[in-house]
């Protein structure tokens, strides 16, 4: 079984920085995609950033410029640079892997974090 487990949350106050982690263990041949998503309560879970085991990147629009995010292949770990952080980044957020199990075949199994809390003062 895959966990992803997530820390570096908090508290901080607005224009501040914090820097979010998401180590993968378990049994596994490969991770594709790794990603970040956010969520406020009464709201649907929305996409952060993304990036692929080759390295490219996407991010949502309310974010360009002031995350970042990257990963160690290694360490199976992807990270989340938040700098310049305003209150409207307030949620929880999640982290998500693309696990593929096996050599054979390319079908890929989503997993997700527990999610770890961000809140930003003003």
């Known amino acids: 079984q895959v966990q992803l487990v997530e820390s570096g949350g908090g508290l901080v106050q607005a224009g501040g920085s914090l820097r979010l982690s998401c180590a993968a263990s378990g049994s596994f041949f490969s991770i594709n995609a790794m990603g970040w998503y956010r969520q406020v309560p009464g709201k649907q879970r929305v996409l952060v950033a993304r990036i692929t085991s080759g390295g490219s990147t996407n991010y949502a629009d309310s974010v360009k410029g002031r995350f970042t995010i990257s990963r160690d292949n290694a360490k199976n770990i992807v990270y989340l640079q938040m700098d310049s952080l305003k209150p409207e980044d307030t949620a929880v957020y999640y982290c998500?892997?693309?696990?593929?199990?096996?050599?054979?075949?390319?079908?890929?199994?989503?997993?997700w974090g527990q999610g770890t809390q961000v809140t930003v003062s003003s």
């Open positions: 998500n892997a693309d696990i593929k199990y096996t050599v054979v075949g390319t079908t890929t199994t989503r997993i």
